[in-house]
């Protein structure tokens, strides 16, 4: 095929060069052609084949239950083995490919939209619903007909019979992403999504390339097709020519040469050449990234995004984890970390991170019911993660961080909250730490714009930037349309930085970046500059911005950073940024 490229959103650093993997709906790729009479039979043994391989999956899967598994899992394997026996599936396509000499996906599909229409006139709600049901068992079918069973095949190398898996999606969700960790994969390359959308972050988190927002990507590229993802660049190139591919063959390699150079600084002190020591923290969503988190030369743990162990217990019936679960996640982090400070922060769902489907119904998620408002409004589920942060917290350095907190009756309930977690804990002679530090996210304009209400009562602030950007510039940072306008250098941006950081060295409290502008190296000089001494971003880019830091003389910065806060002209921002870039080359 001809080779073309393709433009997006690059999200993160690097190239990749791989086979596209496709993830969509198999009834996507459903072809829908005749077969001729002679092949008939053999088109229905395809699609009894197919139904047979699902059985022993199903078969499979309820075998490796675990023990503690809930009831309802099994139960819901159950169904769907009963719903493949039924004729309605396992006969009447047989009869259309017969009858119609439809080919085995066009009639199993058939078959498929018929009974969805029949279910849609039921009134009873429960009946209605099993149409559900019967859907995905006909897509684990499809997926077998379709070569696409098993989302994620793994592989080890890159040559010719064995390409690195680059996953192309129409969007991917935070909870989907976490099924990737342990697979040999090299990119990502999703249709939807801006710069900072959840997609981004958790590949930046990886350390994997890759380019969002790019339209109609997955449908433009095909299974297999042999890509590389430019995340430099935001360019993806389909079916690159042999020239091409060994190019970046090359540039692939001269990066991966000075990524393991730069993983010889892991141990060296993050101290500039002034001799400011700057903290760099690194962001977890996993117990087990801990351990990579310290492999890095992480000094901590700036930020464990807890909602995804929320997100791994859903299911089909979505399943809140125990306080026991939390607690175990919690102190296997605490003790990975090895003495070295871990916050976590509190569930931070709604919005572009629902825990169920029902969520997407709001009409305006991001400024619906999340993060602390969710908590507030449901004070057992609240009450149960501070319970399980406390008892962590006998295990080592623990601090809480809120997030999304704007109102002073906010900052008082959740600190009653708190108490009311220890008084039990002591009550019931639970060891935890009295004295472990509450802080909050500054994520929302109102909050930087009423500081003092948040410096009298809490032990630290941390700024999460990608909320307090998508505020303030009124831009849904997972809408690809508006992605453009998100600007991490708008004036009004680092005017809301400035005031934090100036009103929090004042009144003596700590503050920390653990947003995506402290991941950014490009943005590592102006932070420091700026005074921010705490950095906090996915362990895969503390070498980068270590060695920057390194490079970085913080006293000849001052000029320029007063000249960029005192800008309101873009250009002339990004003009300055590079004149402090040029200072810092020549300090290597």
Request: glycine share 6%; charged share 25%; hydrophobic share 45%.
């Amino acid at each position: 095929m001809a080779s073309f490229t393709l433009q997006g959103i690059p999200v993160s650093r690097g190239i990749a060069i791989g086979r596209a993997h496709l993830l969509r709906p198999a009834a996507l790729d459903v072809q829908h052609y005749l077969v001729a009479q002679e092949q008939v039979e053999a088109e229905v043994l395809r699609l009894q084949d197919a139904i047979a391989r699902v059985h022993k999956e199903l078969q499979t899967i309820w075998s490796d239950l675990p023990q503690d598994a809930p009831t309802e899992l099994g139960a819901f394997i159950d169904v769907h083995a009963l719903i493949l026996s039924d004729p309605m599936i396992s006969e009447a396509p047989l009869d259309i490919i017969r009858s119609r000499h439809y080919n085995a996906e066009w009639a199993l599909v058939t078959q498929i939209d018929e009974l969805s229409a029949q279910f849609d006139e039921i009134e009873d709600d429960y009946l209605r619903e099993r149409k559900a049901d019967i859907q995905q068992v006909a897509e684990r079918v499809l997926k077998v007909l379709t070569g696409s069973a098993h989302s994620v095949p793994r592989s080890d190398g890159v040559d010719e019979r064995n390409a690195n898996m680059i996953v192309v999606a129409r969007d991917i969700s935070p909870a989907d992403m976490m099924q990737f960790r342990d697979v040999a994969f090299s990119g990502f390359v999703t249709d939807e999504g801006g710069q900072n959308s959840h997609t981004a972050i958790v590949s930046r988190s990886l350390g994997i390339p890759a380019v969002v927002g790019m339209g109609n990507a997955s449908r433009l590229i095909e299974q297999d097709d042999w890509l590389i993802i430019d995340s430099d660049a935001g360019v993806v190139i389909v079916a690159p020519t042999t020239l091409v591919l060994e190019q970046y063959r090359e540039r692939q390699s001269v990066l991966q040469k000075a990524r393991k150079k730069l993983n010889r600084l892991r141990k060296t002190p993050a101290v500039t050449q002034d001799g400011v020591e700057i903290t760099l923290l690194a962001n977890i969503e996993l117990p087990e990234d801990a351990a990579h988190a310290l492999e890095a030369g992480a000094s901590g743990v700036g930020l464990f995004r807890s909602e995804f162990l929320f997100m791994e217990s859903s299911g089909q019936e979505h399943k809140m984890p125990s306080e026991d679960e939390q607690f175990e996640a919690y102190r296997a982090a605490v003790l990975a970390m090895k003495g070295r400070p871990v916050t976590i922060r509190t569930l931070d769902v709604g919005a572009d991170k629902p825990m169920d489907s029902s969520e997407h119904n709001v009409l305006n998620p991001a400024l619906g019911l999340r993060a602390i408002r969710y908590c507030l409004a449901e004070p057992q589920l609240f009450l149960t993660q501070l319970r399980a942060i406390l008892r962590a917290s006998a295990f080592g350095q623990v601090k809480i961080l809120i997030p999304m907190m704007a109102h002073g009756f906010e900052i008082d309930q959740t600190l009653a909250m708190i108490e009311q977690a220890k008084q039990e804990l002591k009550a019931e002679g639970r060891d935890y730490n009295a004295e472990l530090q509450i802080g909050a996210m500054i994520e929302v304009p109102a909050a930087a714009l009423a500081l003092p209400m948040f410096l009298q009562k809490l032990d630290f602030l941390s700024i999460g930037t990608n909320d307090l950007i998508q505020y303030t510039l009124a831009i849904d940072r997972a809408d690809h349309e508006v992605a453009h306008l998100y600007d991490d250098l708008h004036p009004a941006i680092l005017q809301l930085l400035q005031m934090t950081i100036a009103a929090a060295q004042k009144a003596g409290v700590p503050v920390s970046i653990c947003g995506g502008m402290a991941g950014d190296v490009r943005l590592t000089r102006l932070l420091t500059g700026m005074g921010f001494r705490e950095l906090s971003m996915p362990a895969a880019l503390l070498p980068e911005i270590k060695q920057e830091i390194l490079n970085t003389r913080v006293e000849a910065l001052q000029p320029h950073i007063k000249k960029i806060l005192r800008s309101y002209d873009a250009a002339a921002i990004r003009e300055t940024l590079a004149v402090m870039d040029a200072i810092g080359k020549t300090l290597h």
